[in-house]
C-alpha cells in the first residue's frame, strides 16, 4: 500500500491534528470509548474522527467501527465537514456525518472552541448476523456526549435557569447561584450559545454495507431490493413479502432491475460520445487482459499504437473475454444509427454499456454497483467501490500495481470533479 500512501490514493485529503490540547482531547474520547491513548504527537482524521496512523498504533482498523454497525466519532473541529471518510462499513456514513453538522453547525461550532464531541451513531442493531439485521435499520440517532461534559453543564446549567424563573425563591439559593456562575464560566452564556445539538436522528435509506461480500440495499415506494451474494444468512428469508432479492452474481438480472427502476442511463449516441466512457472501457479491458499475462507487457505507453499492437497480439484472449469486441460494435452501432437495443447485447456484459442515471437520487450507490459488477475497470472501481479497488489492488501483479497508481494519479486525481462530470454525468457533491 506504498504506492497508494505516496500518491494520496488511499488516506489522502485528511486534517493533520499536532496542537497538544487538540490531541488530549482526542485522548479523552478514546478513553471514554474503553481504548488506550494515542501515545502520538500528531496524526491525521477523516470526518469521522478515524485516524490511519491511530487504526496502526492500536493494531484494529475498526477502532471506531466495533462490530461494523453503530458507527464512533469524534469531532475536534468544525472543519471535519469538508473531510472525506476513508474506513467504513456502511456507503451512507459520510453523507450522514455531513446531516449532522449541516443541521448542528452552530452548536458544533461553540462546543468544538473548548471541547470535543463524541459518540456514537445509533441504530436498532448491535450486531449484524443475518439480512434482517441490515433490513430493520430504518433511521439512526446519533448518541452525542462531550470529553469536557461540556453539553452536560449546559443541560445542568439550563435546568438551573428554569429552575430561578419558575421558582419565587430561588434566587434567595446561593449554592444555587454559584453553582450558575461557575457552570456560566465554563459553558458561556447559554443563551446566545447553542450548545446542544438540535437534530440527532436521520433517514437511512439505500445504501451499502461491507457485510456477507458485499450488500446492496436499494428503497422504492413499495417494496426493497437487496442484491448480493445468496449465501449470505437471510437471502430470500428475510421480510420475503416486502423485500425482492437478486443474486450480485447475476449481471442480467441487476441490470434489469437497475432500468425498470430509473437507475440507468441506457446508451445514446448523444451521451456516449462526448464523456468518452466507452473509450475508456475498451481501453479497461485490454489492460485487464494484459494484467492477466505473465509477465505484465511494458505498459508505460499505453497509446493507440500500443493499444493495436496488444490487440493484434492477443486477439484469441480479448475476444474470448468478451468484454472489447462487444463495446467495439456497440461503438459502431451507436455511429450509424445513435440508439442501441440493450436486448441484442449478452446480459452478463451490459452494464459495460451504461452509467447510473445522474438525476437519480442512488445516483453514487447505482455507480458503485455496475463499478463492483464491471471490476476490470480499476478507474470507476477506485471512484465509486474504494473499497472493493484496494482489496482488488492487493491482488495486482506488481508492475501493473504501478501502472494503476501512475494511472490514477495523471488523470481523476488531477481534477476529480470534472473527470466525474464527463465520464459519469455526475456533480460535484462528493469529495
Request: aromatic fraction near 10%; include cysteine; charge should be negative.
Amino acid at each position: 500500500m506504498n504506492r497508494l500512501l505516496e500518491a494520496e490514493l488511499i488516506y489522502g485529503r485528511l486534517l493533520p491534528i499536532r496542537e497538544p490540547h487538540l490531541v488530549a482531547r482526542y485522548n479523552k474520547a478514546l478513553v471514554a470509548f474503553g481504548l488506550p491513548e494515542t501515545k502520538l504527537a500528531e496524526f491525521d482524521i477523516d470526518i469521522t474522527g478515524f485516524s490511519p496512523q491511530v487504526a496502526a498504533e492500536l493494531g484494529d482498523p475498526d477502532y471506531l467501527d466495533p462490530l461494523k454497525v453503530n458507527r464512533r466519532f469524534i469531532i475536534l473541529t468544525p472543519e471535519q465537514d469538508s473531510l472525506p471518510v476513508v474506513h467504513t462499513s456502511f456507503s451512507n456514513t459520510a453523507g450522514l456525518m455531513h446531516e449532522f453538522f449541516a443541521a448542528n453547525a452552530r452548536a458544533i461550532h461553540a462546543i468544538t472552541l473548548r471541547d470535543t464531541l463524541y459518540g456514537e451513531i445509533e441504530d436498532s442493531v448491535s450486531e449484524v448476523k443475518t439480512l434482517e439485521d441490515l433490513l430493520s435499520i430504518n433511521e439512526v440517532k446519533f448518541k452525542v456526549l462531550s470529553a469536557e461534559d461540556l453539553l452536560g453543564k449546559a443541560g445542568q446549567l439550563r435546568q438551573l435557569c428554569d429552575a430561578l424563573v419558575s421558582s419565587p425563591d430561588a434566587w434567595r439559593d446561593d449554592d444555587m447561584l454559584n453553582r450558575m456562575v461557575a457552570l456560566a464560566k465554563e459553558t458561556g452564556d447559554i443563551r446566545q450559545n447553542t450548545l446542544v445539538p438540535d437534530k440527532l436522528v436521520f433517514r437511512h435509506d439505500a445504501f451499502w454495507a461491507d457485510h456477507f461480500g458485499g450488500v446492496f440495499v436499494f428503497v422504492d415506494e413499495k417494496i426493497t431490493t437487496v442484491i448480493c451474494d445468496p449465501e449470505a444468512p437471510g437471502f430470500r428469508r428475510s421480510r420475503p413479502w416486502q423485500v425482492s432479492y437478486i443474486s450480485i452474481h447475476d449481471a442480467g438480472l441487476v441490470g434489469d432491475f437497475l432500468a425498470r427502476t430509473g437507475r440507468l442511463e441506457l446508451p445514446r449516441a448523444s451521451w456516449v460520445e462526448s464523456s468518452g466512457l466507452f473509450a475508456h472501457r475498451l481501453e479497461m479491458a485490454l489492460l485487464s487482459v494484459a494484467a492477466s499475462l505473465d509477465p505484465v507487457p511494458d505498459l508505460s505507453r499505453t497509446d493507440a499504437v500500443w493499444m493495436q499492437t496488444f490487440l493484434h497480439r492477443n486477439a484469441k484472449a480479448i475476444n474470448e473475454r468478451g468484454v472489447y469486441p462487444m463495446l467495439q460494435e456497440a461503438l459502431r452501432t451507436l455511429g450509424r444509427t445513435g440508439n442501441l437495443r440493450m436486448a441484442d447485447i449478452d446480459p452478463k456484459l451490459r452494464l459495460w454499456l451504461v452509467r447510473a442515471e445522474p438525476s437519480h437520487p442512488d445516483q453514487w450507490l447505482t455507480n458503485r454497483l455496475i463499478a463492483h459488477l464491471t471490476a476490470e475497470d480499476f478507474v470507476s472501481r477506485f471512484v465509486f467501490d474504494k473499497q472493493g479497488f484496494y482489496r482488488a489492488y492487493e491482488r495486482y501483479p506488481e508492475a501493473y500495481r504501478d501502472y494503476v497508481v501512475s494511472r490514477l494519479s495523471d488523470t481523476y486525481l488531477k481534477d476529480k470533479a470534472a473527470f466525474r462530470k464527463r465520464l459519469y454525468g455526475l456533480g460535484d457533491d462528493h469529495a
